[in-house]
């Protein structure tokens, strides 16, 4: 299967398929390349854009749910009367607007998240937005939908399956300043209970020699990072 297949959406991608009520968040960040949003809005349930993430609106692929944050970027801009998103505005500065929209989806009863447009511009909010994986880690399952791949969290002693096409990039990153045991079978490069991070050898850029593709987490979460370079990436240009 393709990785990025537009006939079913991101709700059956092979590295972030859909177990439960899905929301797609369109944080305030780089806007997505072409056709990523709606991708990943195939099968989501929930559709929540940040502050001035998507304005206008009635360009993106669906218009957004709700529209959520403090507001601080679209003021003197919100429109009244209108048709489209509702807009709910949270005023405490505890929270970034990317959390927020994820709290109120798990208020909404999602499961599951992907964070689309939110890594890029200013890298505070890149490795905040990135960290978010794990601090959500017992509430949500998350994807982060970066500018040239995708990346989803593995926990401690996590194992996955995946089946991507030969010559797909991967790299493999600590969420929690090392990971050590860890075990990636049918790449270029495997490891058998190796360490990510730390002063360990990069673990970036590694490629997919065999399907399937195994990776096991050892005694710290990852962050599995895989590149959409390729005939797949192609269906994004469309």
Known sequence: MSLYDHDTGGAACPIFPKKGPRAVVLCD?????????EYWLGGADLFLA????????????????VVIGDFDS??????????????????????????????????????EAVLVGAVGWRLDHTL???????????RLRLALAAQQADGVRLGPGQSVSWTLDPGTRFSLLPLAGRSGGVTVEGAEYPLLGGEVGGVAAAAVSNVVAYDPLLIRAGDGPLLVLVDREGPEAERYED
Do not use: C
């Open 128 to 138: 905040y937005n990135t960290y978010l994986l794990e601090r959500f880690a017992d």
């Open 74 to 111: 679209l003021a003197g801009r919100l429109l009244s009367g209108r048709d489209g998103p509702m807009f709910l505005r949270v005023d405490e500065q505890e929270t970034t607007d990317s959390e927020k929209a994820l709290l109120y989806a798990l208020d909404q009863g999602i499961e």
């Open 50 to 65: 940040t502050d001035a993430a998507g304005h206008p609106y009635d360009q993106l692929p669906v218009p957004p749910d």
């Open 29 to 37: 960040g780089p806007p997505p390349r072409p056709g990523v949003l």
